[in-house]
């Protein structure tokens, strides 16, 4: 039989992303409504070990929903991969009186949480990242509002790229995931897609699509790189040399991962922040909060970390299909 919860705390850790906000803000307000007291952790896991926690009241999350980043901030915190430093925070949480954490982040961050449930610390996650990398979810709080962040700037480099008859290369943010660049590549009617789980490092290959596209009488040729490939300035020279057309490379980096949420990030961030709560109050931990089927879950952490997500075959033939 689980403990009786009366205080959870919430923190956010690993790369920020919108919906972060209204994630803590629903965790904060459903904690509350239940009759829980909440406390805020600041910098992820760091702000554990530094006990830089702070009482939450539904009135510390007014006006929030609405902004990007996170109001708790974040950090990665590398020496909580060390059981020493998990022990410490188990027993932070301890003097604190702080019963479960709900963590919003990606996978690294439930290896954190996954450490504190076994520590006794119930521990729930919630999928907060731009790169919809994780496997268990069909969705991360995020990545509606990056991708579409990152085709609106796609869609005004296309603009110039056409009037001059360039080569574009954008790349955009996924070190090891192509999401991002895959929905661009369809939503900004991209002619070549280089994602870190497909790309062969071919270059001939671009350069002879480039050609033929040309002849086709393409006035452009867009190109999507993820940041998990890279190099996207010297490929645009090796691009022009062997094409003899004038190629640019445009970098978008940070701006994916800031702004205002969209309708559909702040919605399920509302959603699984007070799924989340739920859950740990059933007596649930070690817990991953996931959208899947059109159905809110949850998952055992060690059950989704194990689990494996690739890009889907079709969609992938789609995007090509759809450069002739
Ligand atoms: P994300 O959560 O977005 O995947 P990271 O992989 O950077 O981001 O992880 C965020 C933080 O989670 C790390 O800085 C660290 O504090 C914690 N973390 C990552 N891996 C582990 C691990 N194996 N054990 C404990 N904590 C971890
Ligand atoms: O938030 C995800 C992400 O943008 C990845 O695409 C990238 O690999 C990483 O964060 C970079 O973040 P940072 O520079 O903050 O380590």
Redesign the pocket.
């Known amino acids: 039989m689980s403990k009786e919860i009366k205080t959870i705390a919430v923190l956010t850790s ?4 919108p919906g972060m906000n209204a994630a803590i803000r629903a965790v904060v307000r459903t904690a509350i409504y239940r009759g829980l007291k909440v406390k805020g952790i600041k910098k992820g896991y760091n702000g554990l070990l530094n006990e830089d926690i702070i009482d939450m009241e539904p009135r510390h999350v007014s006006d929030i929903i609405q902004r990007g980043g996170t109001v708790l901030g974040t950090a ?1 915190c590398l020496e909580f991969k060390k059981p020493e430093y998990q022990e410490r925070g188990a027993e932070i949480c301890r003097q604190h009186g702080i019963d479960g954490i709900v963590v919003i982040g ?1 996978d690294g961050s439930y290896r954190g949480a996954q450490a504190l449930a076994r520590l006794g610390i119930n521990t729930v996650g919630i999928p907060g ?3 919809l990398d994780i496997a268990c979810t069909e969705y991360t709080i ?1 990545f509606d509002t990056a991708v579409n962040t990152a085709m609106e700037a796609i869609d005004k480099v296309k603009d110039t790229s056409s009037s001059h008859e360039r080569c574009s290369i954008i790349e955009v ?5 192509g999401y991002i660049a895959l929905w661009c590549g369809i939503a900004n009617g991209a002619e070549d897609i280089l994602l870190p789980e497909k790309y062969e490092y071919n270059e001939q290959e671009i350069i002879n699509h480039i050609i033929a596209s040309r002849k086709r009488g393409k006035i452009h040729h867009l190109i999507i790189n993820a ?2 490939i890279g190099h996207s300035t010297s490929m645009a020279r090796r691009i022009e040399a062997a094409t003899g057309l004038e190629t640019r490379a445009t970098i978008l980096g ?1 701006m ?2 800031g702004g205002s949420p969209t309708a559909r990030d702040r919605y399920y961030a509302s959603v699984m922040g007070a799924y989340a709560v739920d859950i740990m109050l059933e007596g649930k931990s070690n817990r991953v909060v996931g959208y899947r089927n059109g159905k809110i879950r949850d998952f055992d952490i060690e059950e989704a970390l194990m689990m494996q997500k690739g890009i889907d075959e079709y969609q992938y033939e789609v995007a090509k299909m759809l450069t002739i």
């Open positions: 690993g790369g920020d992303a990665r990606g990242t731009i790169d995020g943010m996924g070190r090891h995931a940041e998990g940070y994916q991962r």
